[in-house]
């Protein structure tokens, strides 16, 4: 008798440099192919991993969501133990666990946070070089925040994001996003949404540098969201700053 199908979730943390990104592609190592491949030699049947953000070539994860169906026998919560045991080090299952089989990672409701860090000193930090984009012209975090704050909210974004971006809505809801610099110079932007456009947060990021350093004021926010220009916003800030640090659902999950 055929075992009852069943959908896993994981949580999954990596860390992006050496991949081209989450999503299989022709040519080029992905999270989620080492994961399906994984996945498919652990359970002795073909996996195909759905992940809840397709982060893009060396962004970085301590919380990414993926899910996937199987037959197999082994308890869900098990699964994360002994995929580790095939993944890279680099790539590590945080847990595992039994979900409906109507739960998708990008179709229910969620908050998603990311953190964008900015190593602001004179000198680099080798021990950080993969994980913060350094930048060493004096940020002031006070006017980073100020220009933060009017990003909360509904907006339409299409002013941040890629003009890549293959959506016809760029209407997005930011929940928070707050600027903090800590005692070893590393300066945090940490945004919370409901979703997020194709390079949002880095072009996000790359906004309020130039706010930081005196070229954009604050309050030119609204009217660079208001103009629908990508050409209005900054630039796209480099992708080893970026860290997607959770996904969270609803109670049902």
Known sequence: MRNKVKRIKLV?????????GWQVQQSG???EERL???LTELLGEEI???GASRTDSGVHSLGNVAVFDTTARIPAEKICYALNQRLPEDIVAQSSCEVPLDFHP?????EKTYEYRILNRNIPVPTLRRYTYFYYRKLDVERMQRAASYLVGR????SFCSVKTA???????ILS????KSPEDVVAIRITGTGFLYNMVRIIAGTLILTGIGETEPEMIPQILEKKDRKAAGPTAPARGLTMLEVKYGKST
């Open 155 to 158: 907006h339409d974004f299409k």
């Open 177 to 180: 996003c707050t600027v903090e």
């Open 48 to 50: 195909k991993v759905i």
């Open 12 to 20: 999954v943390a990596y860390d992006g440099t050496n991949y081209c």
């Open 29 to 31: 190592d992905t999270i």
């Open 167 to 173: 959506v016809e809505d760029t209407v997005r809801v």
């Open 36 to 38: 399906n491949n994984a």
């Open 106 to 110: 990008r179709r229910c409701y969620s």
